[in-house]
């Protein structure tokens, strides 16, 4: 047996708090009523800006990844889609036209004239 034990009383009263369920009174309810409603306004309103800012980022991440596969692109077949000046020679009694790149000469497409292009006037 414990020492102090022997000289403790046999009864004793303490005070303390404990979490327990206690009733709201009816402003209470209304006043809790009316912070839930603002803070579920604030909820919708930092949702909304998430989504603004994720519409963001995959927007960004999406121009990325474009540029990534064009970059890759060209690296691994070591050419890439330019603008490149052409001459397009018309030859109006055979009904085609030949497609010349300008910067070496290679003939680049050999084409039906289009019956838009017979309705063009040639500058």
Known sequence: MDKNAAHL???????????????????????????????????????NHKKEVMANFNSQAKGIEAEVEILSRAVETG????????????????????ITREDDGTIIATERITEAERQEPLL
Do not use: C, F
């Open 9 to 47: 009383p046999d009864l004793q009263m303490k005070r303390g708090t404990r979490m327990l369920p206690v009733a709201l009174t009816k402003q209470e309810v209304h006043d809790k009523g009316k912070a839930l409603s603002r803070k579920l306004s604030e909820m919708r309103t930092l949702e």
């Open 79 to 98: 050419e890439e889609m330019r603008e490149v000046a052409v001459m397009i020679e018309y030859n109006w009694p055979l009904g085609h036209k030949v």
